[in-house]
């Protein structure tokens, strides 16, 4: 029997390119950068496995130029960059790759908030520019983490680790979501509330919510008009859930006191945007994941969920597997 083709579009951790190739007669893009767009198109006309990034659009356009396609493994927990309903229609499995990047990135919401409290980047900016001729007394003054109110919006793994770590800062947290969690509430003594509310007592905004049609630029002008003037948003999920103008705004004429951002829109952030020349925001290059032995799990969890497709199985991590119904017949 022939291997099925696949299609890696980026370079992965080698056990789990391993992996695929054991089952698979693989083409992989091995630049450093993503795909473009017409190579993509080009190249899955062939493949019954197509292995992503959060960077490749699968959308109507190219499952159309991809006739034999047979799963779909996304090398990330989000999937925004999916039509998961048109997978669906064509009875196409999708996978993703949750649980085990979630205390790496809540260990990077963490980092973001205490160097934006305590003005990190700033600090170490100013020692780089020669600037720290002595101690003074109002220098880099920032915020308190501890004790402080940390509100959670949207709350999956990545918002209750996130809340775990601010037991640890005797932090009263906050917490809206579509539906309440009791258990996470009684774990963590977290308490749920509106949005209104959220962003009123907030001293830190955390936001953990996927992105969807529903939660696009769902903190805008409005939103960040109703906190507090020394607030600080930390964006760890989705850019397109902040508009970026309104947040532009809201730093420079002093709405809330901080930003940072390890995802943005649009992503990458144009090097000349106005939100970088900004003292009082800071911007990673979406990194909440990125340690090696998480991209390895990450990797390789991608891997098994793209073979169980092959394979006609259900996937192990599957976004629309309740609505494919059980194991494929293709
Ligand atoms: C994800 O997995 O969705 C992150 O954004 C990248 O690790």
Redesign the pocket.
């Known amino acids: 029997m022939p291997k099925p083709k696949v299609l890696i579009t980026r370079r992965v951790h080698p056990d789990a390119l391993r992996r695929v190739e054991e089952h698979a007669e693989v083409d992989v893009w091995t630049e450093d950068r993503p795909m473009p767009r017409e190579e993509l198109l080009k190249r899955v006309g062939s493949v019954e496995g197509l292995y992503t990034m959060?960077t490749d659009r699968v959308d109507e356009e190219l499952l159309e130029r991809a006739p034999h396609l047979r799963v779909v493994s996304n090398?990330?927990?989000?999937y925004d960059n999916i039509d998961v309903d048109a997978c669906t229609r064509r009875g196409i499995p999708v996978g993703?790759?949750p649980g085990v990047?979630t205390d790496t990135?809540a260990d990077l919401a963490f980092a973001l908030i205490l160097a934006a409290a305590r003005r990190l980047v700033e600090g170490v900016d100013y020692v780089r520019a020669g600037h720290w001729h002595t101690w003074s007394p109002d220098l880099l003054l920032g915020y308190d983490v501890y004790g402080a109110t940390l509100g959670i919006l949207g709350l999956g793994r990545i918002a209750a680790a996130v809340a775990r770590r601010a037991q640890g800062f005797g932090m009263r947290v906050l917490y809206t979501s579509r539906r309440q969690h009791e258990e996470t509430e009684a774990a963590l003594g977290i308490h749920r509330v509106d949005l209104d509310t959220l962003l009123r007592e907030a001293d830190i905004l955390s936001i953990h919510t996927p992105l969807t049609p529903e939660t696009y630029h769902l903190i805008g002008e409005t939103e960040l008009r109703r906190m507090k003037p020394t607030a600080i948003l930390v964006n760890t999920a989705?850019g397109g859930v902040v508009d970026p103008d309104a947040l532009y705004r809201a730093l420079k004429e002093g709405w809330i006191a901080y930003a940072a951002l390890d995802?943005t829109e649009p992503e990458p952030i144009p090097a000349d945007h106005p939100l970088l020349r900004l003292p009082n925001c800071i911007v990673l290059p979406?990194i909440?994941?990125?340690t090696h032995a998480t991209r390895r799990r990450?990797a390789l969890m991608a891997a098994e969920n793209l073979l169980a497709g092959l394979r006609g199985e259900p996937l192990p991590h599957c976004v629309n597997c309740a609505q494919l119904g059980g194991p494929y017949d293709h």
């Open positions: 959060l090398m990330a927990v989000g993703h790759t990047l990135t989705r995802v979406h909440g994941s990125a990450m």
